[in-house]
């Protein structure tokens, strides 16, 4: 629920980034940087870590839009449902699932991230560029 006067027909984050352009345009950019510029994390899997923040943060259309973005990238509808509702047992890596639940970690808070958390997704094989790449996109959805 938007606490100043913002366009109806613009659900969720878009109409507070067309209510000033000037602070629209570098999130926009960032946002395609973090989920379609260069990585050794694939766009689906990146969509993921923002639909898994999206549905924590109980925003409907991110969720929505950040699903339907992982379906496509990935070719099924599965991944998504389970990695929102049951990660443990969902058809991805464990390096993923361990990336998934640090980006759970900063959608509650960047303090919640452990130690023990880096840890196992450093054994699961994630790299640090990963690492940070999860921890950037969890808070921009954050916003």
């Not at 990585?39 to 924590?56: D, F, M, Y």
């Amino acid at each position: 629920m938007p606490h100043i006067s913002l366009p109806d027909h613009l659900p969720g984050i878009t109409g507070l980034l067309e209510y000033s352009q000037d602070t629209a345009a570098p999130i926009r950019e960032l946002t395609q940087i973090l989920l379609r510029g260069e990585s050794s994390l694939t766009e689906g899997e990146r969509e993921l870590i923002a639909t898994i923040v999206s549905h924590n943060n109980e925003c409907k259309f991110c969720t929505s839009a950040h699903t339907a973005a992982a379906d496509l990238l990935l070719g099924e509808t599965e991944t998504c449902e389970m990695v929102k509702h049951d990660l443990d047992n969902a058809p991805v890596s464990d390096k993923m699932k361990a990336l998934l639940t640090i980006a759970k970690m900063v959608q509650k808070s960047g303090k919640s991230v452990t130690p023990e958390a880096i840890a196992n997704a450093k054994a699961q094989g994630a790299t640090d560029m990963e690492i940070h790449d999860t921890v950037l996109i969890a808070a921009l959805f954050c916003l």
